[in-house]
Each structure stands twice: as structure tokens, then as C-alpha cells.
């Protein structure tokens, strides 16, 4: 059913879940249940549903603007304190997923406004921004789920991944601020290290949660040294093992794509040697995240639509 509606294609999916939040955003405005109902937590679900689905397709299709963006208070009536304390998705905050969509409408509007004084000044303005609320984002993650009945062990696993997610898109945004920047650049490689090493431990394997589906796709981009980009593949190929066919089919599609631009690169740098022009390395894969639409491989049920 999922293929006749067109689900498989990122603008087709998009176009649903927007019109999904085309008609909650409304009803939130005109009542206000009780913070403990049913009726909002069903809601909860529904608006962080929609969020992650509309961030995490926004890459792949330049039909998220603006519209995507507008939910007026509708999070601020779901969750008006502690999201984490009321998040039904455990693993992944809505908060996260509202600036990665915003990062990626940024990605998509620098890449038409990029000979646009005027546009260029906003989307300056707008870069800034969203740096500002992925720090006040970091400087929350030592209270999360405090409120939360959980174990210790499944505190630092959520704390991780929202941390993971904050730092690629640290990385997302360098990218986008200076699109030619290397794995090799000081930001980067400081942001993609930080992840490595909160990586490296970390059990990602957390049945049905697709929360670092595009947090990883982007450290795999611009990891510098062979060891992060083995790191950051294994644990895609983790993630794939336990999310739905969806999230699963994408996130190979991105494995297999980033995995040639691996093999091109290191062919590259083969061919130049270990000491010249150590800045071409791995260039044109961490460039994907420039053109993020080509993580859908030719052989992928997905396809990239510019309007």
C-alpha cells in the first residue's frame, strides 16, 4: 500500500506527513487538553512522528520550506517544560529534530541563494541561530530523563545519542557555512573525534529506533581516518538490523553510496601519496553532505525530486 500512495519517494512522503501536521497544528490551537491525558500523550506521539519523519526525509527533497517549518505553539502546548520528561520516543527529542529540519531547508535555500547578497545576509542569520540552539540543546543534555523511571544504563545511552545527534549536526552546519571545508578542517574533525569517542562503547542496537539514522550518515561523510569511517559504517549497519523497512532501506542506500565514495577516495589518495595534498582526501565524500540527494543510490526503491 505504502508503494501505490508513493511513499518510497522522499517529496511524496513529505507532501503526507505535511499535511498530517497541516491538520494538527489547528486543533492544538483552538483547545488545550490536560497535560496528562490520553488525548496529549496520543498527540505527543503524532507531532514527534511527524517531526522526525519531515526532518529526517528533508535531505533528499527541496520540498522542505518554510510550510514544513510553521507549528506555531503546537510543541510548546505538547511539551511546555522537560520534553525528555514527556517525550514518548525515548532515544530522540523533538527539539533535535525541529533544527535538523531547519538545517536542512538552510542547505537547500543556500544552494539557490548562493549568488543573492540579500538572501545570503538571512541565511547567514539563520546559520547563527541554529548554532545558538544546538548549544543550548548540549547544555541541557546532564539533566535529561531525570524525571524518567529509568535505568542508569538507559539514561547514558539516550544522553549519548542526543548528544551524537547535536554533534553531527555541528558538523552539518560547518559543511554548509563552508562548503569547502575538509574532514581535515579543525571544526570538523574536533566534532567528528568528540562522536568517535562517544561512539565507541555505545550499543546502538535499540529495537525500532531510527533516531541516529542521519546523525550517522553524517559523521560517515566526514569521518577523517579509517578507523572513525569503520566505526560510523558498523554502526549504521547496527541501526539497520533493528528499524523498520523504511529506515532500513535508507540508511543502506547511504551505506553503500558513502562505502564507493570511501573506496574512490582512498584510491585517490593511493595515487598522491600519504604526504601531498592531504586536504583532497575524502573530499567528495564528505561533499555528499553538500548534495545529500545522492546518498540515494541508483539501485535504491527512493528517488530525488527538486520540486
Given at each position: 500500500?505504502?508503494?501505490?500512495?508513493?511513499?518510497?519517494?522522499?517529496?511524496?512522503?513529505?507532501?503526507?506527513?505535511?499535511?498530517?501536521?497541516?491538520?494538527?497544528?489547528?486543533?492544538?490551537?483552538?483547545?488545550?487538553?490536560?497535560?496528562?491525558?490520553?488525548?496529549?500523550?496520543?498527540?505527543?506521539?503524532?507531532?514527534?512522528?511527524?517531526?522526525?519523519?519531515?526532518?529526517?526525509?528533508?535531505?533528499?527533497?527541496?520540498?522542505?520550506?518554510?510550510?514544513?517549518?510553521?507549528?506555531?505553539t503546537s510543541f510548546d502546548r505538547l511539551f511546555p517544560?522537560?520534553?525528555?520528561?514527556?517525550?514518548?520516543?525515548?532515544?530522540?527529542?523533538?527539539?533535535?529534530?525541529?533544527?535538523?529540519?531547519?538545517?536542512?531547508?538552510?542547505?537547500?535555500?543556500?544552494?539557490?541563494?548562493?549568488?543573492?547578497?540579500?538572501?545570503?545576509?538571512?541565511?547567514?542569520?539563520?546559520?547563527?541561530?541554529?548554532?545558538?540552539?544546538?548549544?543550548?540543546?548540549?547544555?541541557?543534555?546532564?539533566?535529561?530523563?531525570?524525571?524518567?523511571?529509568?535505568?542508569?544504563?538507559?539514561?547514558?545511552?539516550?544522553?549519548?545519542?542526543?548528544?551524537?545527534?547535536?554533534?553531527?549536526?555541528r558538523v552539518q552546519l560547518c559543511k554548509i557555512a563552508r562548503p569547502l571545508a575538509?574532514?581535515?578542517?579543525?571544526?570538523?574533525?574536533?566534532?567528528?573525534?568528540?562522536?568517535?569517542?562517544?561512539?565507541?562503547?555505545?550499543?546502538?542496537?535499540?529495537?525500532?529506533?531510527?533516531?541516529?539514522?542521519?546523525?550517522?550518515?553524517?559523521?560517515?561523510?566526514?569521518?577523517?581516518?579509517?578507523?572513525?569511517?569503520?566505526?560510523?559504517?558498523?554502526?549504521?549497519?547496527?541501526?539497520?538490523?533493528?528499524?523498520?523497512?523504511?529506515?532500513?532501506?535508507?540508511?543502506?542506500?547511504?551505506?553503500?553510496?558513502?562505502?564507493?565514495?570511501?573506496?574512490?577516495?582512498?584510491?585517490?589518495?593511493?595515487?598522491?601519496?600519504?604526504?601531498?595534498?592531504?586536504?583532497?582526501?575524502?573530499?567528495?565524500?564528505?561533499?555528499?553532505?553538500?548534495?545529500?540527494?545522492?546518498?540515494?543510490?541508483?539501485?535504491?526503491?527512493?528517488?530525488?525530486?527538486?520540486?
Amino acid at each position: 500500500m505504502s508503494k501505490s500512495l508513493g511513499f518510497g519517494d522522499p517529496s511524496n512522503a513529505l507532501m503526507h506527513f505535511a499535511m498530517c501536521k497541516d491538520l494538527l497544528v489547528p486543533m492544538l490551537a483552538r483547545s488545550k487538553p490536560a497535560l496528562d491525558s490520553n488525548l496529549t500523550k496520543l498527540l505527543r506521539v503524532v507531532a514527534e512522528c511527524i517531526i522526525f519523519n519531515v526532518a529526517t526525509l528533508s535531505p533528499f527533497s527541496a520540498r522542505a520550506g518554510q510550510l514544513m517549518l510553521d507549528w506555531g505553539t503546537s510543541f510548546d502546548r505538547l511539551f511546555p517544560v522537560d520534553e525528555s520528561a514527556s517525550s514518548p520516543f525515548l532515544g530522540g527529542l523533538q527539539s533535535v529534530y525541529r533544527v535538523m529540519l531547519r538545517a536542512n531547508v538552510l542547505l537547500h535555500r543556500t544552494t539557490k541563494d548562493r549568488f543573492d547578497p540579500d538572501a545570503r545576509i538571512h541565511d547567514a542569520r539563520e546559520y547563527l541561530e541554529l548554532w545558538h540552539q544546538l548549544d543550548d540543546l548540549e547544555s541541557r543534555v546532564p539533566e535529561l530523563y531525570h524525571e524518567r523511571n529509568l535505568s542508569a544504563a538507559s539514561v547514558e545511552l539516550y544522553k549519548a545519542k542526543h548528544r551524537l545527534a547535536i554533534l553531527a549536526l555541528r558538523v552539518q552546519l560547518c559543511k554548509i557555512a563552508r562548503p569547502l571545508a575538509s574532514p581535515i578542517d579543525t571544526d570538523i574533525r574536533g566534532y567528528v573525534s568528540e562522536a568517535a569517542t562517544a561512539l565507541g562503547g555505545l550499543d546502538v542496537r535499540e529495537p525500532g529506533n531510527p533516531a541516529l539514522r542521519w546523525p550517522l550518515t553524517i559523521l560517515a561523510c566526514a569521518a577523517h581516518s579509517d578507523e572513525e569511517f569503520a566505526l560510523f559504517t558498523a554502526k549504521m549497519q547496527d541501526v539497520q538490523s533493528v528499524v523498520d523497512p523504511a529506515n532500513r532501506e535508507k540508511l543502506a542506500s547511504a551505506q553503500a553510496v558513502i562505502s564507493r565514495h570511501q573506496q574512490t577516495d582512498a584510491g585517490v589518495q593511493s595515487a598522491l601519496g600519504t604526504d601531498r595534498n592531504r586536504n583532497c582526501y575524502t573530499a567528495r565524500r564528505i561533499d555528499l553532505l553538500l548534495e545529500p540527494w545522492k546518498l540515494l543510490s541508483h539501485d535504491s526503491p527512493f528517488s530525488w525530486h527538486e520540486c
